[in-house]
Nanobody, 123 residues
Framework: QVQLVESGGGLVQAGGSLRLSCAAS????????MGWFRQAPGKEREFVAGISRYGGPYYADSVKDRFTISRDNAKNTVDLQMNSLKPEDTAVYYC?????????????????WGQGTQVTVSI
C-alpha cells in the first residue's frame, strides 16, 4: 500500500505560480510511475503530467511548457511546478501512483491516490 498526501494548493492570480508537492509513505516510489491529475467541477478527472519508473516526463498539451513534474526517489516525493497559471487550470489536483512500468494517462488505471488539493486561479 502507498499513502499519498498532497500539499501546496491555494489561490493565485492568473499568470502566477504554485508548486504542488506529493509525499508518499508505505512504499518507495522508485517502483511506481507517478502522476498528477486534476478534476474541475462537472468535469472528468484528467491527466496533467506524469513520470514513469524509467522514462522521462510527459505532459498534457494544455499544460506543456507551463508545468514541470519532478520526482525525488530519495525523499519519496513528487512535485508539480505550475507557472503561467490560467483560470482554466482551476481544479482539485490529485497525486497518483501506478505500478505499470510505462506511463498511462487513463485515471481509472492508476492504483493509488491522494486526497487532492484545491488550486484556484483568479482572473
Amino acid at each position: 500500500q502507498v499513502q499519498l498526501v498532497e500539499s501546496g494548493g491555494g489561490l493565485v492570480q492568473a499568470g502566477g505560480s504554485l508548486r504542488l508537492s506529493c509525499a508518499a509513505s508505505g512504499r518507495t516510489l522508485i517502483n511506481y510511475s507517478m502522476g498528477w491529475f486534476r478534476q474541475a467541477p462537472g468535469k472528468e478527472r484528467e491527466f496533467v503530467a506524469g513520470i514513469s519508473r524509467y522514462g522521462g516526463p510527459y505532459y498534457a498539451d494544455s499544460v506543456k511548457d507551463r508545468f514541470t513534474i519532478s520526482r525525488d526517489n530519495a525523499k519519496n516525493t513528487v512535485d508539480l511546478q505550475m507557472n503561467s497559471l490560467k483560470p482554466e487550470d482551476t481544479a482539485v489536483y490529485y497525486c497518483a501512483a501506478d505500478t505499470a512500468v510505462f506511463l498511462r494517462t487513463t485515471s481509472t488505471l492508476w492504483d493509488y491516490w491522494g486526497q487532492g488539493t484545491q488550486v484556484t486561479v483568479s482572473i
